[in-house]
């Protein structure tokens, strides 16, 4: 079955360092999500990545789609506090007849030291 | 707007109770999922629905039943809960253009 794997499982990175968290599919993916998680809190959807090779900025956010649309990553340039939280990528992948299959990876929990 | 609205936010079981959970945004979108969310094991789909009147098993479905009232109601149904559905569920829905999903505030349940 479909599997997505997300590595590095922690991070903990001195504020003002760089950060980057992997997502690989076992199989092509339709798109590909990325999500925030703050400590006890919802999801919050960062981005959609569709096309194949797409790269993406929401100013310190790089989000990029490989090639093969098998992989993905998320870089956070120079760290801030309010970047701490979970973040997930969910690999989709699209059926014929409107059926769906939707996999998250486990999540890279960031940790940021002031 | 309040955007995806969940009741109830937390919830104890005993073992072969039925409970519902509750499911509402007001926000027009015609897909709406039910996740849940174990610590180690990320987000795992539990049913969604593409639009009204339809639903489609997700990645774990089983123990579990959904009914999408209306649009913009999807509600989701334990009928005999047991230990292992003690996690946090999520209801989500998403637009298409641009494509955005909204997840509500979640409800944690626990099964004694």
């Known amino acids: 079955g479909q599997q997505v794997m997300q590595i590095p499982q922690y991070q903990h990175v001195q504020e003002g360092e760089d950060f980057t968290t992997y997502c690989n599919s076992s199989t092509t993916l339709s798109n590909i999500q990325w999500y925030k998680q703050r400590p006890g809190g919802h999801p919050v959807f960062l981005i959609q990545l569709v096309k194949s090779g797409e790269v993406k900025k929401q100013k310190r956010l790089t989000f990029q789609f490989g090639e093969a649309k098998k992989n993905s990553s998320l870089h956070i340039t120079a760290t801030q506090t309010t970047d701490v939280g979970t973040y997930f990528c969910a690999g989709r992948k699209d059926f014929s007849g409107g059926y769906q299959k939707v996999t998250f990876g486990i999540g890279t929990k960031l940790q940021v030291i002031p | ?112």
């Open chain 2, 1 to 112: 707007n309040a955007g995806v609205t969940q009741t109830p936010k937390f919830q104890v079981l005993k073992t072969g109770q039925s409970m519902t959970l509750q499911c509402a945004q007001d926000m027009n979108h015609n897909s709406m999922y039910w996740y849940r969310q174990d610590p180690g094991m990320g987000l795992r789909l539990i049913y969604y629905s593409a639009s009204e009147g339809t639903t489609d098993k997700g990645e774990v479905p089983n123990g579990y039943n959904v009914s999408r009232l209306n649009k913009r109601e999807f509600s989701l149904r334990l009928e005999s809960a047991a230990p292992s559905q003690t996690s946090v569920y999520f209801c989500a829905s998403n637009r298409q253009v641009p494509y955005e999903q909204y997840f509500g505030p979640g409800t944690r349940l626990t099964v004694t």
